[in-house]
């Protein structure tokens, strides 16, 4: 069957869709109410509270689709904050034409994610717009920041040690190999990154800012946490992991792995005299066995100038800028 | 300035984008920290959650535009559950080629309804898809339920009475008008329904039930209820309020108003006695002065049936089923 415009209407059709895609997979105490809007139970302290929109083309990739990248992805961004993901919503904006078994692979990848990730799916909304069969996601979710917790971007300092959970550029060179019909084995890193977070609090290292590699790559990441925290970060670019099929296909593309997209990589930045305890622990995961220590924070320079800078395997020191350009529609 | 795909990379022109219009209209303590999640102070209760995402055509008609409607549609799934809208999450998917321009006056009108509303906006994303020009935004939204407070469809009962805030159809008659080039004077509803919800309750009126009366229209509406509740609601077809101009712009098209969309009408289910005094106070706000009670909640017909009936008025009583088909795609 294909989406219709009728689907978006609110009336019958929009009810069946509900009932035979979203209500089979999604089901659970809160959304089964089928009210305007969700009642959850909230206790004293903080929460974290974030937006995705997801609009990746293909929907459904090597390594994962549409629907587990839009869990993880928000799911993720929670996590950055030290938080435990609770809560999600989901936005769906369908094309018409987008045919209802691919929605149902989609709407099941996000039910079992969200499973694994333990997040539950409170609430949700569904859109038909013209188009050609696409798919485009929103996520929001809530997470509990436990009590004591300060993760910020603006908290890391000369002294710490950036650590990257893995190799770089997989999700960008996997959905660009797609897009570009290339065959290959490169699959994208899309997944949930809370094996990590758990193993580094549940050890008690004193992590002061994580932020997951996405769009811009990690060159844009560590200058807007440079920024944030008014301090320099040095690059040992022969540290940075990029895997042999990446490094291969980015060299033949002039595609540098530092600006690549990722979907299930983050850095932390921690004491300096925890990074070895921290790099064991996260290798220990799933999500993080090939981490590796890349980067060093160190006084900021007293003229200004640039706040990231990278050192070559031929010793030279060039700065680490943002992305410049377009790096790759419609990635995420 | 036109939109391109550099704008959703992520990069140096995603930055740009975010301090000249959204920084530049939203900024306030929560969003200018620019983490991966917004972190937000809760106390011990219950809150409410609601998503939407946005998609009408055109972006700006007579009575609003798609920001100001996002911020109310959002705001309003809120307030429906007796909450009060505290925070909002906004996700933007720009079409290449939108007129910047355009972008600044529908985040300068999303920022001001949000100050009218008394909500935050604590977090946000951009992304960039194909397309023409087009603009596509979800809002996702937390609002605190004050103790003791219990809102929901299934609390109607019989002898209960249904009051709607106003006339039917606005919104919906304006979009039409607008994508058939109709000049007429209609204009869309759109609005945020804090003052009736807080005269309501400002007064202690036992609301059981509210809604807010969007696509699908107040037929559809009704039914969803009168399923969660197990009950029978009967309209007095006479009562429903229509403004002449949609009534002539309905009636030249064959669109039935009970099934128009709207987005700033809402119905309470009070008890009968409270009926009057709850009309009457509704009729003191502005977005509920034309406020009229419609129907009755009944005990539920023995043999199943339908249970939603309508009274006509010549007398006769006919089913009023949920919206079959398209009401009109990208209404909201």
Do not use: W
């Not at 440079?226 to 595609?255: H, Q, R, T």
């Not at 320079?301 to 529609?329: F, N, W």
């Amino acid at each position: 069957m294909k989406i219709t415009m009728a689907h978006g209407s609110g009336g019958s059709s929009s009810k069946e869709l509900m009932s035979e895609i979203f209500g089979k997979h999604f089901s659970n105490d809160v959304l089964d109410k089928m009210e305007d809007a969700a009642v959850l139970k909230m206790t004293d302290g903080e929460i974290a509270m974030s937006t995705d929109s997801f609009v990746v083309t293909p929907v459904e990739f090597r390594g994962g689709d549409i629907g587990k990248l839009c869990v993880c992805g928000t799911v993720n961004d929670i996590l950055m904050m030290g938080a435990e993901p609770k809560y999600l919503t989901c936005g769906f904006i369908l094309e018409e034409g987008l045919d209802t078994d691919v929605l149902d692979r989609v709407v099941a990848s996000m039910a079992a994610q969200a499973r694994e990730a333990g997040v539950k799916i409170v609430a949700g909304d569904t859109k038909v717009v013209e188009g050609s069969g696409g798919l485009m996601i929103n996520t929001t979710g809530i997470g509990i920041i436990p009590e004591g917790r300060d993760v910020s971007a603006a908290n890391c300092k000369p002294g710490d040690k950036v650590i990257v959970s893995g190799t770089l550029g997989d999700h960008h060179a996997c959905i660009l190999s797609a897009r570009m019909e290339i065959e290959n084995e490169i699959k994208s890193d899309c997944g949930c990154l809370k094996d990590i977070t758990d193993a580094l609090f549940g050890e008690g290292i004193e992590v002061h800012t994580m932020r997951d590699v996405t769009r811009g790559g990690m060159g844009t990441i560590l200058n807007e946490i440079a920024d944030s925290a008014g301090c320099k970060i040095v690059v040992e670019e022969s540290a940075v992991p990029v895997s042999e099929a990446v490094k291969g296909f980015s060299g033949m593309l002039g595609l540098d792995p530092l600006y690549m997209g990722n979907e299930g990589k983050m850095i932390a930045i921690v004491p300096g005299d925890q990074a070895d305890k921290a790099l064991e622990l996260m290798r220990g995961t799933e999500h993080g066995k090939d981490a590796a220590i890349i980067a060093e924070v160190t006084e900021p320079e007293q003229a200004g100038g640039s706040a990231v800078h990278i050192k070559t395997p031929l010793g030279a020191t060039r700065v680490l800028d943002v992305l410049y350009g377009e790096g790759l529609p419609r990635i995420c």
